[in-house]
């Protein structure tokens, strides 16, 4: 009777694909094919477009310590992005995970890009009125940069639009 023989490489693969292991971790554009992508700045300029992101949601984890003593923390933040024609949520994830781990700030909020961290992890699924894009940072201090970031994106201020619709009296001022 032959007996197998056992050799290292074979017995580390087994262990990997038992999970005997743990393996190198994958970054958020694995698979994505970011080289065959070509020119992806017109995706990104629409999506930092104004007003194209009408809403933004910070990403928040529990820690339970106790019953009563549970604290949350923000860790990243969900961006509503309107819809753009012809954009699928496979697309536009392939394009802003590529974004996230190769390119550079598309604008001054991006939030794909803290200067603290890292993104860990990047989602996109369709919503209401367009999509949902969840980043969640690496660590604490990106998670709040990233929220900062979000939040500044949906902000409208610089523009003031002032009309008056009717006066009481009129009134003329000579000069």
Not at 53 to 67: G, Q, T
């Amino acid at each position: 009777m032959k007996t197998a023989k056992w050799t290292p490489i074979l017995f580390t693969s087994l262990l990997m694909a038992c999970g005997g292991t743990q393996a190198e971790p994958t970054s958020i554009a694995a698979g994505a094919s970011c080289g065959a992508l070509g020119d992806n700045n017109q995706t990104l300029a629409q999506m930092y477009d104004s007003g194209a992101v009408y809403n933004a949601e910070p990403v928040k984890e529990r820690i339970f310590r106790s019953r009563s003593a549970q604290t949350t923390r923000t860790v990243g933040a969900t961006l509503h992005v309107r819809a753009e024609e012809g954009m699928s949520s496979p697309y536009m994830h392939r394009v802003l995970a590529c974004h996230a781990a190769r390119g550079e700030a598309a604008h001054p909020n991006d939030p794909l890009h803290p200067s603290t961290g890292a993104v860990a992890e990047l989602t996109v699924s369709e919503s209401k009125h367009g999509f949902a894009v969840k980043i969640v940072a690496d660590n604490l201090k990106a998670g709040e940069e990233v929220w900062q970031r979000a939040s500044a994106l949906t902000n409208k201020s610089g523009y003031v639009s002032v009309e008056q619709v009717g006066a009481a009296q009129s009134t003329k001022i000579d000069l």
